[in-house]
């Protein structure tokens, strides 16, 4: 099928923004790290696991690993004919290796050892682990790009000022560098703890109670060995489980997905609402259209494309982390299907992620009018008259200067009068004199840099 018969986005219209992600969770890729894991485990086995396991001679090693490294698009066909028989997928890949391995005399008297005392959640729990790590390794590096990004942002406009505010309404002023340090500090935050998540696997045998290792020899501990084989993939085991490994892991990396989704749809909104109140002007594009109508516009298209995509990964997500800490006894299979769409999670939020990088590029600060909307709203100095009257003992501060600022508009005239009349120490009203909407910054500008 044509990229334009596909009937995901993410194969057709974005599959070259998401390809490392697209490749890493395909069908093929999971096929051949099942594949993978299948002959290592043969290896293991017989090099590790003791006397009942006869070694490979030095050539039938060699020869095992080459059918390892020889895996192709081919052997990817292969195993999807098989299974069109099975009805089985891991099944499949075991009679694939099975296959592979009848074509050397020195590994026939070894093809019984192709997954040797495993059920299939073993090499799909190890398989899904795999493909997590390396899916988080790649999200994280876009996450890097973005969250320096926004560093260099907000140190680069750490003193612009800009009017804040709260309840849509003027607030304390602050700086377009701390407000963007704001999102940079939460997305780090996020990204330390997705970097300490480690995917879980089992490889305890049909319900996780090691019996067919334990038959084979119990004289090895089992729980260490196992281990041992799954830290091979940089994996850590669970070795107490049900046939399936609970997926709580799983959860776990699909909820901090969730939150740095919900960080980047609140950058995305706020973005969108200062590009809107002329606060961040947009770069032009040559050739680039933003209205089939009206020539004139140009829209803020990359956070709303960001927004939407973080919005389909958020449902996603949320439904991989309530599902799949659920089965029924044992095991049931309705997570199969499930664990299937984890790219699709990630997909959507990885080009939410790019997206936002996009619009980033595109955005620069419009000083004059921060300046002007600042200039227009001195009430927002009230704050500090009613903090320099307590300072000097009024008890009802706030009540009074309430009375004579809220709701109404001020500007510098009006407020340096209410100054004047204050009864307080020339002092403090100097102080007072001294403050403007532009100054009056906190350490706003320290933030941003820090």
Not at 207 to 224: A, E, K
Not at 230 to 259: M, W, Y
Not at 420 to 432: C, Q, R
Request: aromatic share 8%; hydrophobic share 35%.
């Amino acid at each position: 099928m044509k990229h334009q018969d596909l009937i995901s986005p993410l194969d057709n219209r974005y599959s070259q923004k998401i390809i490392n992600l697209a490749n890493n969770f395909s069908e093929s890729n999971l096929n051949k790290t099942r594949f993978e894991i299948e002959i290592d485990w043969i290896i293991f086995l017989t090099t590790q696991c003791g006397k009942n396991f006869k070694p490979l001679s030095s050539a039938a090693k060699k020869n095992l690993l080459n059918i390892k490294m020889n895996f192709d698009h081919r052997s990817a066909k292969r195993i999807k004919d098989i299974e069109s028989k099975t009805n089985h997928d891991v099944k499949a890949v075991e009679y694939f290796i099975r296959e592979e391995m009848g074509k050397f005399s020195n590994l026939k008297k070894y093809q019984h050892l192709v997954h040797f005392a495993l059920t299939s959640e073993d090499i799909n729990s190890l398989s899904y682990a795999v493909l997590l790590r390396d899916a988080r390794d790649i999200y994280l590096r876009k996450l890097d790009i973005l969250i320096k990004d926004l560093n260099s942002k907000s140190r680069s406009w750490a003193s612009i000022p800009m009017l804040a505010r709260t309840h849509g309404q003027a607030a304390s002023p602050s700086t377009l560098g701390k407000e963007i340090k704001v999102f940079q500090q939460r997305l780090s935050r996020q990204k330390a703890m997705l970097k300490n998540m480690k995917p879980l696997a089992k490889f305890g045998g049909a319900t996780g109670n090691f019996h067919t290792l334990d038959l084979s020899d119990s004289r090895i501990n089992w729980v260490s060995k196992t281990r041992k084989f799954l830290n091979l993939f940089k994996v850590e085991q669970n070795p107490i489980t049900t046939q399936i490994e609970p997926h709580d892991g799983i959860a776990e990396i699909s909820q901090c997905i969730q939150r740095i989704n919900n960080i980047l749809i609140d950058l995305n909104q706020d973005i969108w609402i200062y590009i809107s109140n002329d606060i961040f002007r947009l770069k032009m594009k040559d050739g680039e259209i933003g209205s089939s109508t009206m020539p004139h516009k140009v829209n803020p298209i990359d956070f709303e494309n960001s927004e939407g995509n973080l919005g389909l990964s958020n449902s996603l997500m949320s439904f991989f982390a309530d599902k799949l800490s659920k089965s029924r006894l044992q095991r049931d299979l309705s997570d199969s299907t499930v664990l299937r769409n984890l790219g699709v999670g990630f997909g959507y939020s990885y080009l939410g992620l790019s997206s936002c990088l996009t619009g980033l590029d595109k955005i620069q600060p419009n000083k004059d009018v921060a300046y002007k909307e600042l200039s227009e709203n001195w009430q927002v100095l009230a704050e500090a008259i009613q903090i320099i009257m307590k300072l000097e003992g009024y008890d009802n501060a706030y009540e009074e200067i309430k009375a004579k600022t809220r709701g109404q508009s001020i500007d510098q005239e009006s407020y340096l009068k209410i100054v004047s009349d204050l009864n307080i120490t020339d002092e403090s009203k100097e102080k007072l004199k001294k403050l403007t909407p532009l100054n009056y910054l906190g350490i706003a500008s320290k933030l941003a840099k820090s």
